[in-house]
């Protein structure tokens, strides 16, 4: 009877995870579409839209990142720059370093205005990941830093981002 009572709790389980799963795929299907078909919703819902609808995914990134490189309002730069918050492995983590990395040497002034719109721990994040590009030379990197080491308004980002280099270019 007890092995009987075990093996049915177990299919109930097993039905149960399986009606969830298909739920969950229906409901991800549908995700970040329409109205919805936001970086926002690209944000708040990663994972689950990467996996349910793949093509979604990169249109939503590949239209954000045209907005920050077009740069005719920094807060497109920020809403792209914010992606650092989100989890980047494999494809997306490529993507993430040749987009900003590309970004911050053509247009280093925009960049530094979106990331004048960013939380703190935000700025520290996109700092560390400036530091260790993928594809631009660390060297064209602390160019750019440079370049604009004497502009108060981006001050605290410079020297924050010299301290963490550890680097002789320390801003005055």
């Given at each position: 009877?007890?092995?009987?009572?075990?093996?049915?709790?177990?299919?109930?389980?097993?039905?149960?995870?399986?009606?969830?799963?298909?739920?969950?795929?229906v409901f991800a299907n549908g995700i970040c579409s329409g109205t919805h078909e936001t970086l926002e919703c690209l944000m708040e819902n990663p994972k689950t839209l990467y996996y349910a609808n793949m093509d979604q995914f990169w249109n939503i990134l590949e239209e954000a990142a045209l907005k920050a490189k077009d740069c005719s309002h920094p807060k497109s730069m920020a809403e792209f720059l914010n992606l650092i918050e989100i989890p980047r492995d494999g494809v997306f983590a490529e993507f993430f370093h040749e987009e900003v990395e590309?970004?911050?040497?053509n247009n280093t002034e925009c960049?530094?205005?979106?990331?004048l719109f960013l939380c703190e721990a935000s700025q520290v994040k996109i700092i560390r990941f400036l530091r260790n590009p993928l594809f631009?030379?660390?060297?064209?990197?602390?160019?750019?830093?440079?370049?604009f080491k004497l502009?108060?308004?981006?001050?605290?980002?410079?020297?924050?981002?010299?301290?963490?280099t550890g680097s002789e270019g320390s801003s005055p």
């Open positions: 009877m007890a092995k009987h009572v075990l093996r049915c709790m177990i299919t109930l389980l097993i039905t149960v995870r399986l009606m969830t799963f298909g739920l969950q795929s590309g970004m911050f040497l960049v530094l205005e979106g990331v631009a030379k660390k060297e064209e990197i602390d160019e750019r830093f440079m370049s502009n108060l308004r981006y001050k605290k980002f410079i020297d924050i981002y010299w301290e963490q």
